[in-house]
């Protein structure tokens, strides 16, 4: 496996790589702890093109379903018909990486400032090419029951895509 790492390598994706680094400590969120480019990995990208790189069949379903979740109350589109609904939009703009402070979210136990980051980048091969991209894992506290020390109260999932909604909708 780490030969045809190897064999993709290029010396420019550490040239680039470190590109979105400094470009990604450029923008932080005061208080929030988040650190996230000013400009996306993938603009515009279009969302059947998320769906074939980030590997994330069901994406344009769980979009419109949260979406449809702002709807005011007489205008929410029904279950059955949510799948046939047309998004307002056919791109979006794509990041690959953020970085977040521990610190902010209550996990300060030794005084020391921790940053950590979460990648949703897909691979440059072909996208039925399992191997390829990186898609981190997550554990997010669902609800105010979390535990620091087990899984109770908590989700994990992969990170599959990091998106910003159109400023309109």
Request: glycine share 8%; charged share 25%.
């Amino acid at each position: 496996m780490f030969e045809t790492y190897l064999k993709d390598y290029h010396p420019t994706e550490v040239k680039r790589e470190q590109k979105e680094q400094d470009a990604l400590e450029s923008e932080t969120c005061p208080g929030v702890g988040l650190a996230i480019s000013k400009k996306p990995a993938s603009p515009s990208q279009p969302l059947s093109s998320i769906i074939s790189k980030h590997r994330c069949p069901s994406f344009l379903h769980h979009l419109r379903v949260y979406l449809n979740r702002f709807l005011p109350r007489g205008e929410a589109i029904s279950r059955i018909q949510l799948s046939h609904a047309c998004l307002p939009f056919h791109q979006l703009d794509v990041w690959h990486t953020f970085k977040f402070s521990l610190d902010t979210l209550g996990n300060d136990v030794d005084g020391q400032e921790e940053i950590d980051s979460v990648r949703a980048k897909p691979g440059k091969g072909r996208a039925e090419d399992v191997g390829d991209g990186r898609f981190d894992v997550v554990v997010v506290a669902q609800s105010d029951e979390a535990e620091s020390t087990g899984l109770h109260g908590m989700k994990v999932g992969r990170l599959k895509v990091i998106f910003r909604l159109p400023n309109s909708i």
